[in-house]
């Protein structure tokens, strides 16, 4: 069956680093892929999202490009901030309307 | 525009009790879908509607109930709580993207 395979983490990083969260994909149709993220107490936001290969995602300073010949779709930003501290889940979504998670990566950020 | 309503937030059940998880969206989205959220699990999607009167199964639906008698309202029923059913529990809807709404924490003692 469809599956997402996503760096566990935790991952701690101090401000200004160099982030990325690597997500990896397994589909029996052409996926739709998503990246959604949980502040502490709340729900998912959609962060970004790619519908076909190469296409990339990105919003906030956050990035990822659809590669479809490694099947991966792995979040980057260049300079975290101590407000990017959240819990970051990897999905997709191949036709139907079901939405298939990663097990999602928590990212503390220090000052 | 409210979004995607649960309630309640939290709840805290004994074993054996029933209860509903209340979902709503002024969205006039046609699919919904309940998920829950265990630690190192992700979300895993327990049953989803694609529309008044129809549901589905999802990857966890045993020991939940749902039924859809409008398009707004998409109701989550636990018969006989158990506490493997300790979580936190998500209505969604889609339209365009996917709208979730905030949870509700459920504690079975």
Excluded at chain 1, 73 to 98: I, M, P, R, T
Aim: charged share 15%; proline share 4%; aromatic share 12%.
């Amino acid at each position: 069956g469809d599956s997402v395979t996503q760096m566990e983490g935790p991952v701690t990083l101090s401000e200004e680093a160099f982030l990325t969260i690597n997500c990896t994909y397994t589909a029996t149709g052409y996926p739709s892929l998503f990246w959604y993220v949980q502040y502490p107490g709340e729900g998912l936001q959609l962060l970004l999202k790619a519908t076909k290969a190469d296409d990339k995602g990105s919003n906030k300073g956050f990035e990822a490009t659809y590669r479809k010949e490694t099947t991966s779709f792995h979040l980057e930003k260049g300079s975290v901030q101590v407000s990017d501290s959240a819990v970051y889940f990897c999905a997709l979504s191949v036709g139907s309307e079901k939405l298939v998670f990663g097990k999602g990566t928590k990212l503390t950020v220090n000052p | 525009n409210a979004g995607v309503t649960q309630t309640p937030k939290f709840q805290v059940l004994k074993t054996g009790q029933s209860m509903t998880l209340q979902c709503a969206q002024d969205m006039n989205h046609e699919y919904m879908s309940w998920y829950r959220q265990d630690p190192g699990m992700g979300l895993r999607l327990i049953h989803y509607s694609v529309g008044a009167g129809i549901t589905d199964q999802g990857e966890v639906p045993n020991g939940y109930n749902v039924s859809r008698s409008t398009t707004e309202d998409f109701p989550l029923r636990l018969l006989s709580a158990a506490p493997s059913q300790t979580s936190v529990y998500f209505c969604a809807s889609r339209g365009y993207g996917y709208t979730f709404g905030s949870g509700t924490r459920l504690t079975v003692v």
